[in-house]
């Protein structure tokens, strides 16, 4: 796909990566090692999209007219709880046993921005799981260590396959990029 813009994507996640490169955009990568933290009082709804503007924040200095930068953070909200990316095996088997037999909020945030201009969006997608055992909750950790995933897995593993019993919206925003959206967005900017 052609656009105006040399697209530079702001993320290591394999993930993102791969879905973009699906969309038909040529890219680089490009990231900075940033602060996650947010506001303890910023409603759990905007947390993702404030923190891929921090990403794209760390950026932006090094950027050139003709590029456009696309960062995004994928939050896991259930009760109006953040779920982050857990630090260890404990974390992640309390993460999953919260979501078991819940629904929840995946919201990514994605942010679009050049030396002259940005763009900013949220996308949610609501995701069910069915009643989880602690055998398929330990199973899934110990073979697919979700540690790198906000709310402990990742939709595309496992995990989704035999565990997801719903979903409303994007399942691209789930694997972390709503890509319908990232799309239109591209040929707009």
Known sequence: MKTNYKIVLGS????????????????TIKTKETDESFPSDLSTNK???YI???????????????ELLICSDTVV????????????????FSM????????????????FMNPKKQHSFSVTTEVSFKELSKDEIDFYINEYK????AGAYGIQE???????????GSYFNVVGLPTAEVYREILKF
């Open 12 to 27: 290591k996640s394999p993930r993102r990566k791969e879905l973009l490169k699906d969309l038909g955009f040529d890219f």
């Open 52 to 66: 891929a503007q921090k990403k794209g924040n760390a950026l932006i200095d090094e950027l050139k007219e003709n």
């Open 96 to 111: 999953l046993s919260k979501l078991s037999g819940n629904k929840h909020q995946v919201i990514t945030g994605v942010v």
């Open 47 to 49: 947390v993702a999209e």
């Open 146 to 149: 979700p540690f790198d995933k």
């Open 158 to 168: 496992w995990i989704g396959f035999i565990g997801v019993t719903e979903l409303k």
């Open 77 to 92: 909200v259930i009760h109006n709880e953040i779920l982050g990316k857990p630090q260890n095996f404990n974390e992640a």
